[in-house]
């Protein structure tokens, strides 16, 4: 959705356009692909699991990110039961978790293996142990595996969001660490993101906008 509305607005999404040179400029940053130049007076760094990387292209401190690996299964419903109403389970102390998901049900050994930014793919292993402790919490056995999965989960040191911009350069804006929350938090940390380069008014307390700034890290 709001890849769409952004499309729309004039904005130009280019995938597959690795960063790989980051210059700062006198009027903004120069930002180099494999076939293309693009020039711009502020850049934000939402790179994901690559924020502290891209950081340090433009000469930017790294804040020091962790990239934590979580992988998921997808199985059929436990002896055909509708859990389209079912909540999300929590095994003790969350080493699993479980959830319904169009007609199946999501299981998560819910590890976080520190890992290095990379396209993430699930662990075996890892799954088989985190579906055997959601075994033994149910009645019934795991049913098919429809499909697997992982993903990094980025959290920034104190495990809070990271937005605005940097200490040692304002044309340089964080947008990082949001953790397994990006898609809950996108529209209001897009929302503050917008209001700080427009120089609009946010419409959170300044004591938020302290908390989720990068200068706390100074």
Sequence with gaps: TFARMARQNGALIKPKSAVTKITRTQTGWRI???????EARTVVNAAGAWVDQIAEMAGIAPLGFSPLRR???RISAPADLDVGRWPMMFGPGEDWYAKPDAGALIVSPAEEDLTTPHDAFS?????AEGLARYEAHVTEPVPRLLSSWAGLRTFAPDRTLVIGPDTADPAFI?????GGY???SSPGASQLLADLIAGHPPSISVDAIRALSPNRFS
């Design 71 to 73: 992988s998921m299964a």
């Design 123 to 127: 662990n075996d292993l890892t799954l």
């Design 32 to 38: 180099q692909t494999a076939s293309e130049t693009f």
């Design 182 to 184: 990006g898609m809950q």
């Design 174 to 178: 964080w947008c990082a660490g949001q």
